[in-house]
């Protein structure tokens, strides 16, 4: 696809959204939100899995339509990102099996882990990405609540002081176990936070999946207002489905990323939910105005 006709495909697909808006299909947005592309006061991101196109079409796509960078992005291809001047917003420390269900909860996964991570973050930080992921892991019957936070504290409060001397935050992500991710523990986000206060480092923190803590407990915008110190990074979905996060779901995304941008959040907001729509794009498009705010 040529540069120029990937920009009238992006101008295309935001008329769309807009002709959508006017005929009332798109409530949550008036028709001259939606036909406005100005980011706004938050840097918007996509992930990587929830679109089929090579990665730098996706690129030039996202850039076209105002997006800031691309999340869950494997160190191989960081500098395909790079190169198109978007930022990893959030990068995977390698590639292997089970990602999510191996974390930290689990100390006979320790060893692995911080190897992993002392690999990748000089990594990360000659190639300018600030955010790498980590998971808290499946339960472990051997191990409760308790003891699966501390086992948390202690391997990740082993990392902290090199991502800090990197200028990297690990980002720890909170799941549903309800639903997507069964037996994951860190599935509430009052055990991601006593994690962060545990470990009390500016470079590890949470990431906070608007989808999956609004399946587990809801109440998204008190507890985002709350817990804003302990959160460096969000990601957003439709409920129910992991669709489009218009109003065709039962989230105001509209209403949550004004209430994040009034904290003076300065990290991403990276989408993640698979569109509906055979053109994903102007499912793209839309998440994007929407969360213009």
Known sequence: MSLDKAGVNRRIALGRIAALAVAGTAPMLAANETAKTAPGRLRQSLCRWTSKAPLPELCRSLKDMGFAGIDLIYPDEWSI??????????????????FIQTGFNDPANHAMLLNELETAIPRAKQAGVKNLI?????????????????????????????????GITICVELLNSKVDHRGYQGDHTAFGVAVMKGIGS??????YDIYHMQIMEGDVIRTIRDNIAWIG???????????EIN???ELNYRAIAAAIADLNYTGYIA?????????????????????SV
Do not use: W
Not at 202 to 207: A, R
Not at 271 to 291: G, K, L, M, N, Y
């Open 202 to 207: 500016p470079n590890v923190k949470l990431l």
């Open 134 to 166: 980590a998971m808290f892991g499946n339960r472990n019957p051997a191990i409760d609540e308790g003891r699966a936070a501390e086992n948390c504290i202690a391997g990740l409060s082993k990392i902290a002081p090199l991502a800090a001397d990197n």
């Open 233 to 243: 990074h969000f990601h957003t979905g439709g409920v129910p489905g992991r669709h």
């Open 271 to 291: 989408h993640e939910f698979s569109p509906t729509r055979s053109d994903a794009s102007v499912s793209q498009a839309e998440a994007f105005a929407i969360c």
């Open 81 to 98: 990102v790079n190169d198109s001047g978007l930022a990893v917003s959030m990068g995977y420390a390698s590639r292997r099996e089970k």
């Open 247 to 249: 109003g065709t779901q």
